[in-house]
């Protein structure tokens, strides 16, 4: 008797969809990648090129037949395509093919669901997957609605689809409460932080590029690192202590991939919000990666997206160990501003990482000396909540304050400046 049950590994043909041919060994990888982590076999894979879906199947006539062919005579269990893909094109596909058809947001739903740990994670994947369903759902009861009132149609086909679209909607309801009430939370602890004198920062990067390696250098913690894409879904937040006795708290975020789908960005808007939330950004860039820059851009749509594209950055190149040239690292920190190269893995230039974030962290506050009045003494308290107080004196027109304190701080106590 067998003790262990068998994990079933199924088998694609994956369909590669894009404009721009130099971004084609980005694409075939990156799907590769996806398979991997899903727990799919690529069995070969064929390309199309397109500027706009076909309105029907997605892709042109020609290819389906010639996808079809491919996928029979190579007995695939499912054609996954790299573009979302609606439902009236699913269903019209899964009949051509005569298999299951899954799109590029799908398999991602499938990874973060695996990936999924805690409570607010499952409860966000799961928003994300009836939230991509819901549309598609409609589509499978088209043809009754097309048919209402003919025989044999009457009632049954409609009365499903109202009784399947109204659970789908008080299940996505129900979970939007329920992260609203982890978002509570996320909150109340995010609050509680900004009640210590120190900056926060997040680290975003590619799916991949080594966030999770770095927090552990960084904070000593013993996060997953995994190569696998989106190895890690919820954000961690450490604190961090940098040369001369300043500090911050840092976050790890989920990794970002080219096209992030919608569904996840609103589904996870709680999760990226520690990104928004920052005083400034890490972005860590896998250097050895050969489409590295098309994934630089990558995130800085995705932070376009996110309304956080305007907070001052590092940009981190990683995995320097694995550059044989030492003229590339320091060309590229010559190139871009704010720049150091490391290797998270082995440790190399992390000195140089560190005082950059001192810097950042330096920048962001400015020296102060005040008299507070004693019916403003609340002031005091943010002194301490935003800021670095080097000295605090009781004195009898009010008290004295130096401090090292954020913009934002320093404007509220320019009328008590010395």
Same mark, same amino acid.
């Given at each position: 008797?067998?003790?262990?049950?068998?994990?079933?590994?199924?088998?694609?043909?994956?369909?590669?969809?894009?404009?721009? @041919?130099?971004?084609?060994?980005?694409?075939?990888?990156?799907?590769?990648?996806?398979?991997?982590?899903?727990?799919?076999?690529?069995?070969?894979?064929?390309?199309?090129?397109?500027?706009?879906?076909?309105?029907?199947?997605?892709?042109?006539?020609?290819?389906?037949? @010639?996808? $079809?062919?491919?996928?029979?005579?190579?007995?695939?269990?499912?054609?996954?395509?790299?573009?979302?893909?609606?439902? =009236?094109?699913?269903?019209?596909?899964?009949?051509?093919?005569?298999?299951?058809?899954?799109?590029?947001?799908? #398999?991602?739903?499938?990874?973060?669901?695996?990936?999924?740990?805690?409570? /607010?994670?499952?409860?966000?994947?799961?928003?994300?997957?009836? %939230?991509?369903? &819901?549309?598609?759902?409609?589509?499978?009861?088209?043809?009754?609605?097309?048919?209402?009132?003919? *025989?044999? =149609?009457?009632?049954?086909? @409609?009365?499903?689809?109202?009784?399947?679209?109204?659970?789908?909607?008080?299940?996505?309801?129900?979970?939007?409460?329920?992260?609203?009430?982890?978002?509570?939370?996320?909150?109340?602890?995010?609050?509680?932080?900004?009640?210590?004198?120190?900056?926060?920062?997040?680290?975003?990067?590619?799916?991949?590029?080594?966030?999770?390696?770095?927090?552990?250098?960084?904070?000593?913690?013993?996060?997953?690192?995994?190569?696998?894409?989106?190895?890690?879904?919820?954000?961690?937040?450490?604190?961090?202590?940098?040369?001369?006795?300043?500090?911050?708290?840092?976050?790890?975020?989920?990794?970002?991939?080219?096209?992030?789908?919608?569904?996840?960005?609103? !589904?996870?808007?709680? %999760?990226?919000?520690?990104?928004?939330?920052?005083?400034?950004?890490?972005?860590?860039?896998?250097?050895?990666?050969?489409?590295?820059?098309?994934?630089?851009?990558?995130?800085? /749509?995705?932070?376009?997206?996110?309304? !956080? +594209?305007?907070?001052? !950055?590092?940009?981190?190149?990683?995995?320097? +160990?694995?550059?044989?040239?030492?003229?590339?690292?320091? /060309?590229?920190?010559?190139?871009?501003?704010?720049?150091?190269?490391?290797?998270?893995? $082995?440790?190399?230039? &992390?000195?140089?990482? &560190?005082?950059?974030?001192?810097?950042?962290?330096?920048? #962001?506050?400015?020296?102060?000396?005040?008299?507070?009045?004693?019916?403003?003494?609340?002031?005091?308290?943010?002194?301490?909540?935003?800021?670095?107080?080097?000295?605090?004196?009781?004195?009898?027109?009010?008290?004295?304050?130096? !401090?090292?304190?954020?913009?934002? &701080?320093?404007?509220? #106590?320019?009328?008590?400046? *010395?």
């Amino acid at each position: 008797m067998a003790s262990k049950l068998e994990v079933t590994i199924e088998t694609a043909v994956l369909v590669c969809v894009n404009e721009d @041919e130099a971004e084609d060994q980005l694409v075939e990888d990156e799907l590769i990648g996806l398979c991997e982590a899903a727990g799919v076999e690529p069995l070969t894979t064929i390309r199309q090129r397109l500027d706009r879906p076909f309105k029907g199947t997605y892709v042109g006539t020609g290819k389906v037949e @010639e996808i $079809t062919v491919l996928a029979q005579d190579l007995s695939a269990d499912i054609v996954l395509i790299d573009g979302e893909v609606s439902g =009236m094109q699913q269903r019209n596909l899964e009949e051509a093919f005569g298999r299951r058809v899954v799109d590029r947001t799908q #398999l991602i739903l499938d990874i973060f669901a695996r990936r999924a740990r805690t409570k /607010e994670g499952m409860l966000q994947v799961e928003l994300a997957q009836l %939230t991509y369903m &819901m549309p598609k759902l409609m589509s499978v009861y088209t043809k009754f609605e097309r048919q209402k009132g003919g *025989i044999g =149609m009457r009632g049954p086909g @409609e009365t499903k689809l109202e009784t399947d679209k109204r659970m789908v909607r008080d299940r996505i309801s129900k979970l939007k409460g329920d992260i609203e009430d982890v978002k509570r939370v996320r909150d109340q602890q995010r609050t509680s932080r900004r009640k210590h004198p120190f900056p926060f920062a997040s680290i975003v990067g590619y799916t991949s590029a080594g966030k999770s390696t770095l927090m552990n250098r960084m904070s000593g913690t013993d996060l997953l690192a995994d190569a696998m894409p989106f190895a890690t879904l919820d954000p961690t937040t450490r604190k961090i202590d940098l040369p001369d006795g300043y500090a911050l708290f840092l976050t790890d975020t989920v990794g970002f991939i080219r096209n992030l789908p919608t569904h996840l960005v609103a !589904a996870f808007q709680s %999760t990226l919000e520690e990104v928004t939330f920052s005083d400034f950004i890490i972005h860590l860039v896998d250097i050895s990666h050969p489409n590295w820059e098309a994934q630089c851009d990558a995130v800085a /749509e995705t932070l376009k997206r996110l309304k !956080a +594209d305007d907070k001052p !950055a590092i940009t981190v190149f990683n995995k320097i +160990d694995m550059i044989s040239d030492p003229s590339v690292r320091r /060309e590229l920190v010559a190139e871009f501003p704010n720049s150091v190269a490391i290797s998270a893995t $082995t440790g190399e230039g &992390m000195n140089d990482l &560190m005082n950059a974030i001192r810097r950042q962290v330096q920048d #962001l506050l400015g020296f102060v000396k005040a008299l507070i009045p004693y019916d403003k003494s609340h002031l005091l308290q943010d002194c301490y909540n935003f800021g670095r107080v080097h000295k605090e004196e009781y004195r009898e027109g009010g008290i004295y304050v130096e !401090a090292e304190l954020v913009s934002e &701080m320093r404007h509220l #106590l320019e009328n008590y400046a *010395i």
